[in-house]
Structures are given as C-alpha cells and as structure tokens.
C-alpha cells in the first residue's frame, strides 16, 4: 500500500514540472497505474490525485489536457464517493467558464464519469447523489441564454446522462421537462435539435401523468399555429417522442393525428417530411391504435409519394426511359435537386412511412396490393435516385410479407407444397398478376446508368422469386439483357457484378431449364468472362451460374426435354472451368465450386468431353488426396458416380477405393457420410469395374462404424454393406464375423428405430438370399433371438427394453419374407414357444410379436391354431403378454384382412373384458391397411365403433375415437359427415369422443381430407359453447391439434373462436369445490384442465396463427394466466417470454401490469413445514418466472419502465434471485451485462 502510495506521489510531483512532456510522461504513467485491478489508493493519496487531474484539465498544453481526461475513467471506480463529487462539481463549474477550452475539455470530462457511473446496486447512492449534482448544475447552465455554446454542451451532457441514467433522476424528471420546453423555441437550430433529443430520452422513463403534459404542450402549442419553423421543431419532437414512448402515444393519437394531417397541407417540404416522420412513428409504436386512421395516413402517403411540383413526368411508356435520363443529366449537371427543390424529401419520407405500414400491418396484405401495389409500381420512375431506392425497398418488404404469410401457412411441414400452393393462393395470386407490370416497369431500369437502381432491380427481382418461384417464367426475354448488361458493362462495379450472378443463380433455381436453353448463346458468353475475373469472388458466383447452366444444357429426369444440343456450349465453358480446377494458388471458395462445377458438367455432359475426362478424374483424385478439398472432391465423385450417363470411372477406382476407406477412420462427421455415400453409389452403379480385393480397404473399416453411438452413420454403413452383399458376397463372407456382432447389438439396442431399423431389416434380407455360408436363415434366426431365451437367468431387471422386442420382430419378419420355404417351421415353433408354460416370459412376448410381423406379410392364412393361441394369450395374467398378444393380432389382420377382421369385430363384440386390447388390434389395422382393402369392411367397423362411443371407460373411449378419426381418413366424404351427424344425436361422452376422433383426422401432411375438414371444423368447434366440460376440454385439444398440424384449418375461424377460448381461461367459482379428508379440507378445482387446455391452445396459437391475434386482447389473458394455478403459470411464463421475441411493442404496452405477478412469483416463499415436493415446484415456478424476466431485460427498452427498473434491481441486490438470474442466463457473463444495462 505505502508503496503505491510512494509511487503515485513521485508522479504528482513530476505533474507540477514545467515541462510538458514529464508532465505527459506522468498523467500517462497514472493513467496505466489505474487501470490496474490491483491498485488500491489512501485517503490522502485519493484527495490529491483528483485535485493533480482537475489542475491539469486547465494546462495549457492539449495533449496533457486529454490524458487528464481519460484518467477520470477508471478514477470514478476508484476513488470514494465524496472525492467523486469534489469532481463533478468542478467540472460543472468549469461548464460554465469563460474559456472555451477549459468548457470543452470538462464536458468531455462529465461525459467520461457519466459514462463510468455504475449501475449496480453497491454503486446506486453514489450514482444518484451524482446525477443530482450534475442536473441541478446543467439546468442552472441551460438557463444561460446569453451563451448558446454552453446550452449546447449542457443539452448534450444531459442526453448522455438521461439516456444511460434515466432511473437515476426520478425525481428531477419534472424539472428537467419544464427547463427543456422553453428550448424548444429557442432561436438556434442546434439548441432546439438537442432538446429534442434529450427530451427523446426522457420520455420512456418518466411517469404517465408527466408524458402527458409533454404531449399537451405540444398539442397547445401547435394548436397556436406558430410560425413553420417552430412548427417544424415541435412536429419533429413528437415524432422523436412517440419513437422513444412507443405505446405511450396510443391514447393522445386521437388528438394527434388531425393536428399532424392539418400541417401536411402547409406548403414546406421539410415540415411535411416531418409529418411523415411522425406518422411513420406511431404506426411502427401503436400499430393497434392507428387501425382507424391507416386509410387517412395512406392517403396521404399515396398523395405525397408523386409530389413532384418541378418536374413533368410524361405520361407516354415510350418516352420514359428518355424522360428518366433527362431528369438526371439535370441532377447531376446543376445539383438542381438538392439545391433547391426539396420535394424529394417528402416524397421520400412518405414511401418509408408506406413501407412502415406494410411492415407492421402483414393482416392488411391483400387490400395494400389493391391500393399501396400500383402506385408502388407506377413510382419506379422515380428520377431521384435515392427516393427510388427507398421504393424499391418498400416494394420489397411487400413481397417479404406475402413469403413470410405462405411460410406461416405451411409452418407444419415442409413437404405439404400442394398445401402451402392452396393456402398462399389469396396474396400470391394476386401478386402473379403483377408479374408483368414488375417486369415492364424494371426492364428500362436494369439497363440504368447508376448502379443504386440496378442493384435495387436485382434486390426486387430476387425477392420476387423467392416469394412466387416459376413467376418469371414468361418474362425471361426481357429480363436477359438487363443480367447481360450488367455483367458486360465495363463502368460496372464488382459489387453490381455479384448482385447480377446472384439474381441469375436464384433465377435458374427456381424456373425449369427449357425456359433457358433458346437463350443460352447470349447467356454464357458474359458468365464465362466473370469465371476469368481477377477478383475471386465474382468468379466464385460465376461458377455457382454456369453449375446450374450446364444442368441447363442437359437436365436429367422428368425435366429433360429433347431438341437442344449442348455441345457447341460445352467447347466455350469446359477450358475455362478445366483452368480454375487445375490452379491450386486461387481462393478455397473457388477451389471448392470449380470441382463442383466440374462435376455437374462431367454429370450432365460426361459423353461430350471425349478424351478429356480421364485427365479430369484423375484431377478430382487428386483433390480427394488434398486436405482441404477433399469433402467436396467425395460429394463430386458421388455425383459422378450416380450419372445416368453411366461414366468410366475404372481408371481412378482402385486408388479413390483406397482413399475413401482411410476416411471412414477419421473424425471428421461429415467426410465419414460423404465417404460412405460415395461408396454406396460406386458399389451400386460400378460394381462391374470393381475388383473384390480393390474393396479390402473399405471393408477393413466398416465394422467400427456399426455402433449406437451414432445411428446415421450406422445406417449409412449398413446400406452400404447392403449394396455390397448383392454385389460382392465374397467380399461380405470375409467381414461377416466382425461385422455381424456390431449389427446385432445394434438390433438388441433400445435406440434402434426408423430409417436405422429400415436399413438393417434390407441387410437381413440380402445376407438371407447371398447364401454364404455362415449367414443362415436359422443361424440369424438363433442370433436374434437368443438373448431374449436367457433374460430369465439374468435377473437384473430392465436388460431387454420394449423398443428391443420390437426391432427383433420386425428382423424375424423380413427374414421369413425372404425366405418362405422356412416360414411354416419357424411358425411352428414360435407357436410352441407361446404355448410352454416353462418358456420365459420375455421369449413368449418376442414369439408373439414374431407371429404378427411374419403374419404381416400374409403368410399365415386363416390359422384356427394361431387364433386360439392369441385368444388364449390375450386372457393371460401377464399384462406384457396380453399387450404382445394384441399387437400380434393387429399385425396378422394387416397381413390377411378377410381371414383375422371379421374374427377381431366379432370378439370386440362379445367380449367387454378384453375390449380394450382387441380396440388396440383394430387401431393398428386401420393405421396400418392401405384404403382400398379397408374398404369393404368400413360398415361393419364403423358400426361397431359407433356402438362403442358411450363406453364408460375414458381410456376405451379415447381409443374408439382414434379409430373413428382414423377410419373417417379412408373414406373422408362419406364417414366426416356422419360423424358429424353424431354431434347431434349423441349424449355428452358420444360428443366428446366424436370431437376426439376429429382430432385424428388432422395430419400433419397433406391429406384429401383437408377440404373437407375445413368447411366442417367449424360446426365441430362449436362444441366450445357446449354444456358439459368434458366436452368443452376435448374441443379445446382437437382445436389445439389443428393450430399446430394444419393452421389453415382453422384460421379463417379464428375470429368466432378466439371469444370461447378466451372464456374457458378464466378460473370459475362454480366449478371450485371442498373435499372432506379426515380432519383435512381440500380444494378442488373442476375447471382446471379446461383452463390448461385453453392456455395450451393460446400457446399453439402464437407459432402458427400469431397475425390472426390481436395481441394487447391475448395479453389481458396471459396476465391473468400468471396469477393462476402452478401448471397455468408455468406455461403462461413460457408465453411471456415467447411473446417478448414476437411483438416487443406490445408486452412493453403492457409491462406495468405484468411486473406485478412476475416480482410476486420472484419473491414468494413456501410455507415452514411444507413437503419436499411443494418446495421443488416453487423452485422450478421461480425459475420459470425468472426465465421470462431475463427475456424481458433482454429488450433494450425495458429498463426505461420505472416498476421493471425496480424490479432489476431487486434482482440485482437480493443474492438469491440474482444466483437464479444467473443460472437461467446460463453464467455470470449474462448477470454482469444486466448490471452493465
């Protein structure tokens, strides 16, 4: 310490030198000492370094003076509290000096501390004491009228300290407005332009009743109608304002709006621009309270986008372009527009106000194509360069929303394309008709002198096609020459040149090749000059375009189309792709697409290129052998590998086999499923030119890979080996011994499933049929099944696990299907296994799950011994064996409908005991049976399952009701209208099981069902109102099913439906009853699992119809939501924070009112003496809330909410809910950018 102390007063005393540089020397010297962590200062020593550093802001040399000031920084955390303030005073009191150098270098220096000031809850006293101080002193100093450079240095300190520190002054809100009003008419511009920034940040912080009285001055006072250039300041501030107070504005908008619309007609561009701020503001902050004024403020918009008082625009198409060139030789010749005729600014701040509307109101879509769409268009003819920009733009985010709407229409899968066709039909529609204007009206000015627009056609154009693919089809001819001017253009920039290819790329991908093939000697010319540009990335693009071109010159598959020769087109691209592939100093991008471009064309093209493909294989081998290329040299050669047009590729295979085998050894996920794709393609399409021993390196690996540790590699590897069973047994025979043990522990693995099981269920089948020796029928048989024969020796409980079962079976079923001359016997045995009363339990559940899946492929026929033998299986006292048994049935009636259904209808019948399992049976024959054979028995089974619907059992109940829903997707246009008719015939368990079975028909892929299901889902959702609860909980899951699987289904309802959901939210008294235990009351609520429904329903609801929502309406719901019961409030918090990432607007509208129950959740403590579990589930509920809270801090704006302020820092200074703050944020780094914030 006493030396820190020697140390820091040696460089004191050099700081009086009069020499500046050991003055320098030693404020540098200081200034690193404290930025040490370490460094600790005494009283004394704290006193004289603030008193060295303030006597130094007043030296006479600058560069002292500025290190001066840097050394405040790392002081203010240093240094005790009333040291600091002996700073600021001085400081403040330097603001207000005669000398100009001494004020600048102090406001540097109050920023500095400001800037330093700390947030946390240690610092606050000292941060507030401070921010009193230095307001109580700037306000003194705006009020200097005489000296404007002072005002503006105290307005801009303020800003400073308003926007970082705003909590912090409170209480001086008040007075900081009433000193900042007068500023605004001040005659200096730049004093009312600061003003008003300091005004914008003290508006989302300072209270409601006082963000009122802002408004009102300004709304008196324009209502005085000064002078324009004062209106001008005060229309500007209320857009900062309503910019910064975001929802605040909505409930002076009503006063607001005719004022803003009376000043657009005032003749002065820059106050009209002004106004289109302002609107552009509060359509972006309260887009709900604008609706009613949206037609007045397009309007106006639509009015002042042609404003154009200097300039004739002539009417003829045909004079256009010229009339365009003419308007900017003016502009460029005389800088006439900026100089004096500032229309521009209003047209141009009225196009950014459309482009707000179109963003904030996607509900709106169809009717802005009718009115926003054509003016849009007609305004491509904008000569202003920039405003142009900006139209383009705007016409954009039109497009941008239309894409974003159809993708939310087909959020629920990905293939359903015939689906999201149907469902973007309304706006894409629409937007197909104005295809060719689009095109007309971009055509002159892709062909523009300035880049800005050309840039911006291309920008369009792009958009265009990712929002309509196939749109542009029959505009092609017209787009070509503008593609083609901007890549041969010699003035044209690098930039222009990649925006051209990137279009062009986007185009080829998403049109059909013939659309192409008659314009290709103009197209490839320029391509192939930009593969030879210097700069790599130009040619890396262009060789993106000539791979989809040479896909062009020859498609493949259903695309392909006769009559187009590709080969004088081949001469021109391959020496120019041959060079790039063969350079090795060029980029890796380059590297990497001139062998995929290579490829493609070696793919398409192969037969053309003669006596130059051995030359090009053996490059791509040595490629292969490169690091740093060698994953794209595999995909290449796989590509090679599955061309139709069957490539000689014998002259590379032995060496490429041996390197792809030293691949599948290394680490790299990728290059080990490349590889073995690759492999695969070659064992399939060239297994005539491979030799066996060629394939030694590879298979020398493949065992190793066989492993649960990574299933789709194990997949892969398995097709792969399956390839090469068919192709090479001999080289199979080798390896069966290694491999076969990896690929039955995989079998016996509870993670096996689905694509892997698919795989190992061909493998079985191919081994069965390559006859090697030492993979049998019966040597696979016993190897299957044998571990499940011994589990009653190893008694260590769960060793076999169900999935495991399953997969044996499925083996056991491919393996009879490949060979049906073993079938009978192994039936046999099977059906001995089930009958020993000796054998295992788990061998008799294997044996009768092998049943079904042999008895799946039909191969049973109507066997009396094996019904009996389930029959008598289904009555066992073993509930694994009575499961097993049904599952057997199931798969047998799949296999052979007319010998097993008609026994399992008539035992479901007759049978109430065993209604359940047999109900099972039937499920998995409707799931599983395709339509047509399903057919002639759809009367008996409905019948049956018609009887059934009021079955007392709930569990038996909802199973009938899966096989209504599924048996209702076989014959839609006859059964959906009868279950529709059950609606009115039925008691309340009939309507609640046929609401069920609705739920079943929604599949999460396209379904032929679809259309009719969505003229009908309304009346079945008209359950909502129904009288019993049960029936009201079921609707609620079945109109949940479709918000997630099939959104279209039930948006056009959402507006009826939305009323009911709401209501089955909330909690009622009626529903609430006491339950006598002993000596205990116990509440319970009946109303529950309806509420929980419907929050589960709300929840869907944002994902898939979130524009159908009105937010602030959905809100009211969530808050009550959170002070409900535990499960409600869990799931509500998970709404909150999905909201927060959704529609920030609107939960800050509402923040004040969910502070509240989130701080009360936070903060609650469970009884002393309660259970484990209640202090588990208020643990999990507290992290929960905290969750929601962390995503609410993480919006910039929400500290500006004085309750949320508070609340952060109750956070901040309570070391238990800061510890859970933390953990949900994943780490302190998060906690420490809180406290920053």
């Avoid at 482009?355 to 009718?370: H, K, P, V």
């Avoid at 298979?699 to 390839?723: N, R």
């Avoid at 809330?1185 to 500006?1200: G, I, K, S, T």
């Amino acid at each position: 310490m006493s030396n820190v102390s020697y140390h820091v007063s040696n460089l004191l005393e050099k700081m009086t030198s009069t020499d500046k540089d050991f003055r320098f020397m030693a404020t540098n010297d200081l200034m690193l000492e404290l930025q040490k962590d370490s460094i600790k200062l005494d009283e004394d020593s704290e006193r004289k370094v603030v008193s060295m550093l303030l006597k130094l802001l007043e030296d006479k040399n600058g560069e002292v003076q500025n290190l001066a000031v840097k050394c405040l920084a790392p002081l203010v955390s240093k240094v005790k509290e009333p040291q600091v303030e002996t700073m600021v005073d001085t400081l403040c009191s330097n603001m207000v000096s005669d000398k100009e150098q001494l004020r600048d270098i102090s406001s540097m220096g109050l920023k500095t501390v400001i800037a330093e000031l700390s947030l946390s809850s240690s610092g606050l006293t000292l941060t507030t004491s401070v921010c009193k101080k230095i307001t109580s002193q700037l306000i003194g100093a705006m009020g200097k009228q005489e000296d404007v450079s002072v005002q503006l240095e105290a307005l801009d300190i303020l800003s400073d300290m308003l926007g970082r520190l705003s909590g912090a002054l409170v209480g001086f809100h008040s007075s900081l407005l009433s000193s900042l009003l007068p500023q605004l008419t001040s005659p200096r511009m730049a004093v009312r332009k600061r003003s008003i920034l300091a005004l914008g940040h003290l508006v989302p912080c300072c209270s409601p009743a006082l963000f009122s009285q802002l408004t009102q001055h300004l709304l008196t006072e324009l209502a005085k109608a000064p002078p324009t250039s004062v209106t001008r300041t005060y229309i500007q501030c209320l857009a900062t304002i309503s910019r910064q107070g975001g929802h605040r504005v909505g409930e002076h908008l009503e006063k607001l709006i005719p004022m803003v619309v009376k000043f657009t007609d005032v003749e002065d561009d820059e106050l009209r621009e002004y106004c289109f701020h302002a609107f552009e503001a509060f359509i972006r902050r309260c887009p709900k309270e604008m609706s009613p004024h949206v037609a007045t403020v397009t309007k106006l918009c639509l009015k002042f986008m042609t404003f154009d008082p200097n300039y004739n625009y002539d009417e003829h198409d045909d004079d256009d372009s010229m009339d365009i060139e003419d308007g900017f030789d003016d502009e460029s010749d005389d800088e006439y527009s900026d100089d004096d005729d500032m229309s521009w600014k209003v047209r141009r701040s009225s196009i950014k106000c459309l482009e707000a509307l179109i963003d904030s109101r996607r509900d709106l879509l169809l009717s802005f194509y009718a009115s926003i769409c054509p003016p849009l268009l007609a305004r491509f003819k904008e000569r202003e360069e920039n405003v142009r920009a900006d139209v383009f733009a705007a016409f954009s985010t039109l497009l941008r929303q239309t894409r974003v709407t159809t993708s939310h229409h087909g959020l629920a899968s990905d293939p359903g394309a015939s689906r999201a066709e149907e469902e973007e039909e309304p706006a894409v529609a629409v937007l197909k008709k104005q295809v060719p204007l689009i095109v007309k009206a971009l055509h002159r000015q892709m062909k523009e002198k300035s880049v800005k627009s050309r840039q911006g056609c291309f920008c369009l154009l792009t958009e265009l096609t990712h929002t309509a693919p196939g749109a542009l089809e029959q505009h092609i001819p017209a787009l070509i020459p503008g593609i083609v001017f901007s890549l041969t253009d010699k003035s044209t920039s690098s930039t222009m040149r990649i925006d051209a290819l990137s279009f062009f790329h986007v185009l080829l991908l998403s049109h059909p090749p013939h659309a192409f093939q008659p314009h290709m000697q103009v197209l490839l010319p320029p391509v192939v000059a930009c593969v030879e540009d210097t700069f790599y990335k130009i040619t890396s693009e262009a060789l993106l375009v000539t791979q989809q071109l040479v896909r062009v010159m020859r498609p493949h598959g259903a695309t392909a189309v006769a009559g187009f020769n590709p080969k004088p087109f081949v001469r021109e691209v391959f020496p120019v792709t041959l060079k790039k592939l063969k350079a090795t100093d060029i980029d890796q991008e380059v590297k990497e697409r001139a062998i995929s471009c290579m490829g493609h064309m070696v793919c398409h093209l192969g037969d053309h290129l003669g006596a130059e493909l051995p030359g090009v294989l053996a490059i791509f081998l040595e490629r292969l052998k490169n690091e740093i290329t060698r994953l794209m040299a595999v995909r290449t050669l796989t590509l090679v590998a599955a061309s139709p047009i069957k490539v000689d590729m014998s002259s590379i295979l032995p060496e490429a086999l041996s390197v792809l085998g030293s691949f599948l050894r290394k680490n790299q996920r990728a290059l080990k499923l490349g590889s073995l794709a690759c492999l695969t393609a070659l064992v399939t399409h060239h297994a005539a030119s491979i030799k066996p021993a060629a394939l030694e390196p590879v298979t020398s690996e493949l065992p190793a890979l066989v492993d649960e540790g990574d299933m789709h590699v194990s997949q892969v590897s398995i097709s792969l080996l399956t390839c090469m069973t068919s192709a090479f047994p001999s080289s199979l025979a080798k390896i069966s011994a290694s491999v076969l043990p990896g690929v039955f522990r995989l079998v016996h693995s509870p993670l096996l499933q689905g694509g892997a099981l698919a795989a190992i269920l061909n493998f079985m089948k191919a081994l069965v049929l390559s006859k090697t020796s030492n993979t049998g029928y019966s040597q696979l048989l016993k190897s299957l099944t044998e571990p499940f024969h011994r589990s009653h020796s190893s008694m260590d409980g769960g060793v076999i696990h169900r999935q495991s079962y399953h997969s044996v079976a499925c083996c056991v079923g491919a393996l009879s299907s490949a060979c049906p001359k073993e079938t009978p016997g192994t039936v046999s045995s099977l059906i001995q296994e089930v009958k020993n009363p000796g054998s295992p339990e788990s061998a008799r559940v294997l044996a009768l799950l092998c049943l079904g899946e042999v008895g799946r492929s039909g191969s049973l026929g109507g066997s009396k011994e094996v019904q009996g033998v389930i029959l008598e299986a289904i009555t066992s006292t073993s509930e694994e064996v009575k499961t097993a048994a049904s599952c057997a049935l199931g798969s047998m009636a799949v296999g052979s409908l007319s010998d097993y259904l008609p026994f399992l209808l008539k035992e479901i019948s007759t049978q109430p005991r065993r209604q359940y399992l047999l109900l099972h049976s039937l499920k998995d024959v409707i799931s599983a049976c395709p339509a047509s054979s399903l057919s002639s028995h759809v009367e008996s089974i409905w019948a049956l399952l018609i009887h059934n619907c009021e079955c007392q059992e709930e569990g038996t109940r909802n199973l009938v009701a899966e096989c209504l829903g599924k048996l209702t997707l076989v014959n839609p246009a006859l059964l959906l209208p009868r279950l529709k008719q059950q609606l009115k015939a039925g008691s309340p368990l009939t309507r609640s099981t046929v609401v069920t079975a609705v739920k079943f028909t929604i599949v999460d892929h396209p379904a032929p069902i679809d259309s009719l299901l969505k003229d009908c889902i309304g009346d079945f959702l008209t359950t909502l109102q129904d009288g019993d609860i049960n029936v009201r909980r079921v609707a609620l899951v079945m109109f949940n099913s479709a918000a997630h699987n099939k959104p279209s289904l039930i948006r056009g309802l959402l507006v009826k439906v939305l009323p009911h959901l709401y209501r089955e939210t909330q909690i009622r008294k009626d529903l609430i009853r006491e339950v006598e235990m002993g000596p205990f009351k116990h509440t319970v609520d009946d109303g529950l699992d309806v509420r929980k429904a419907a929050f589960e329903c709300m929840y869907t609801l944002l994902d898939s119809c979130l524009e159908g929502l009105d937010v602030l309406n959905f809100l009211d719901h969530v808050e009550e939501g959170l002070k409900d019961h535990y499960d409600i409030r869990m799931l509500t918090f998970l709404m909150l924070a999905r909201l927060v990432s959704l529609c920030p607007a609107a939960v800050l509208q509402r923040l004040d009112r969910l502070v509240e129950p989130l701080k009360a959740t936070c903060t609650s403590k469970v009884k002393a003496g309660s259970v484990k579990q209640e202090f588990e589930k208020q643990e999990e509920l507290r992290r929960s809330a905290m969750r929601a809270v962390a995503a609410l801090l993480a919006v910039p704006e929400v500290e500006r909410s004085p309750s949320m302020a508070d609340f952060a820092n109750q956070i901040r200074t309570n070391a238990e809910m800061a510890s859970i703050y933390q953990s949900v944020q994943g780490g302190e780094g998060h906690s420490e950018s809180m406290d920053m914030s």
